[in-house]
């Protein structure tokens, strides 16, 4: 059963433009949240996270909104770079769990065109 | 800033081979992981461990197996290679705790060919 779930396999943008990346979560005792980004043939990196004790963090052009009645966040960039084309990871753990635990989405490919 | 460095980034094995891939980090993190990165499958664990010479299996341990002797080395032997096992493989660590803890840091990656 799939508890963090990227509905779409890929989103195409135009450059300048606002990108948002949408992620849905199923086990209410999630708290924390991550997202990573990852270039073909590279480690993902870490890029933003949010607690649940916040609905909003914001990092220069990445902001994660984050609902929890919905049990969704989403990732938005703003504005799409074409240097911002790569996967990205949603990942969510209950605090107190061990990193193992650590539960990823199976990703988004962002296109960001020129 | 965080090193996760993964000594071999591509390989080509033949199927029946056994092979090592190796992966050291400077940190200092009780943690660290091996995961596999298949396209539409995400990102799926196949060992961890919590400290020197402890392992746990993650979510696909078959034909796997890891070694961790020092905390800031953890190998990952496929111990005989098979062509399903072609994929990218990511090292990664992290301290214990909560919040930024559970932070995990991953290395570039290594890409096994398997034929």
């Known amino acids: 059963d799939q508890q963090v779930k990227q509905n779409s396999p890929s989103l195409s943008v135009q450059e300048g433009r606002i990108s948002i990346l949408n992620c849905d979560y199923t086990?209410?005792?999630?708290?924390?949240f991550l997202w990573y980004k990852k270039y073909p043939a590279e480690g993902p990196t870490f890029l933003i996270s949010?607690?649940?004790?916040?609905d909003k963090n914001e990092d220069g052009r990445f902001t994660v909104f984050l609902n929890k009645s919905a049990k969704h966040l989403s990732l938005h960039i703003v504005p799409s770079q074409p240097g911002d084309s790569a996967v990205y990871f949603c990942?969510?753990?209950?605090?107190?769990?061990?990193?193992?635990?650590?539960?990823f989405g199976k990703g988004t490919k962002l296109s960001v065109i020129p | 800033d965080v090193k996760v460095t993964q000594s071999s980034r591509y390989l080509v094995k033949r199927t029946g081979e056994k092979v090592f891939l190796e992966c050291v980090q400077d940190?200092?993190?009780?943690?660290m992981f091996w995961y596999r990165q298949d396209p539409g499958l995400g990102l799926r664990l196949i060992y961890f461990?919590?400290?020197?010479?402890?392992?746990e299996k993650g979510d696909i341990p078959e034909g796997y197996s890891v070694s961790r002797e020092k905390k800031e080395r953890f190998s990952l032997i496929l111990e005989s290679a098979s062509t399903n096992q072609t994929s990218m493989y990511l090292c990664?660590?992290?301290?214990?705790?909560?919040?930024?803890?559970?932070?995990?840091?991953f290395g570039e990656g290594s890409w096994l060919t398997v034929v």
């Open positions: 990664a660590s992290s301290s214990p705790g909560t919040g930024d803890g559970n932070t995990i840091y």
């Open positions: 086990n209410s005792m999630f708290d924390y």
């Open positions: 949010i607690s649940s004790i916040k």
């Open positions: 990942a969510a753990i209950r605090s107190g769990a061990g990193s193992y635990q650590l539960t």
């Open positions: 940190m200092d993190h009780e943690n």
């Open positions: 461990s919590y400290d020197v010479k402890m392992k």
